[in-house]
């Protein structure tokens, strides 16, 4: 049985219930924000040192490919995180560039990419990496991680096929980019907010 027509269903409720909790506690953009919830195409300051990152760097979910408990706040390189959905062809292309990313950077880089339905299957979601042969953290996003991306980032990031890939570096500042950017792109990001 195809399920598709209702996870989509689901994602478009929980996305308006998401972005209109949002609306309602992301304030009027006089924090530095876009209005919009989130630091789209700007840095976001989330504070030296990481005291005050956004609760979705420092929420926990479980690397779907390898059983372990992970934040992105955690690791001391640069995160490149892309939510997605397993049925999205646009975040399959993307998925693409971030394996050339990967390729060029090696472990200068850490890619995670988590699907913004609670509810999907994490050995689903690990066949999906596998079957495209992308050996990177792949995960299922727990729905306050979900949430807090949407007061940062904006409410794109719970529709897979608009989805930002954002660059975070070591220190927790961010930088949103738009869904289809190149290897190159995201690299010359890294480079130039990361140093």
Do not use: Y
């Not at 308006?16 to 789209?40: E, R, T």
């Not at 995160?79 to 292309?93: N, P, Q, R």
């Not at 794109?156 to 500042?173: E, I, L, N």
């Amino acid at each position: 049985m195809d399920d598709r027509p209702t996870r989509r269903g689901a994602l478009a409720a929980t996305g308006a219930a998401v972005a209109a909790l949002a609306g309602c506690v992301s304030g009027d953009g006089s924090d530095g924000s876009n209005g919009n919830g989130g630091a789209s195409n700007g840095t976001n300051s989330a504070g030296g040192g990481g005291t005050d990152r956004p609760a979705w760097q420092t929420t926990s979910f479980e690397d779907a490919r390898t059983g372990e408990t992970l934040t992105v706040a955690e690791f001391d390189e640069p995160v490149v995180l892309h939510t997605f959905a397993t049925w999205c062809s646009v975040c399959h292309s993307q998925q693409q560039s971030l394996d050339t990313l990967k390729k060029r950077r090696g472990d200068d880089v850490t890619l995670v990419d988590l699907t913004i339905d609670e509810n999907d299957d994490p050995d689903e979601v690990a066949a999906h990496a596998e079957s495209n042969g992308f050996d990177w953290r792949f995960g299922v996003a727990p729905a306050e991680m979900t949430s807090s991306l949407v007061d940062d980032i904006g409410d794109r990031v719970v529709f897979a096929p608009q989805s930002p890939v954002v660059v975070v570096c070591p220190d927790g500042t961010t930088e949103a980019l738009g869904k289809g950017v190149s290897a190159d792109t995201v690299a010359s990001t890294i480079d130039n907010n990361c140093t």
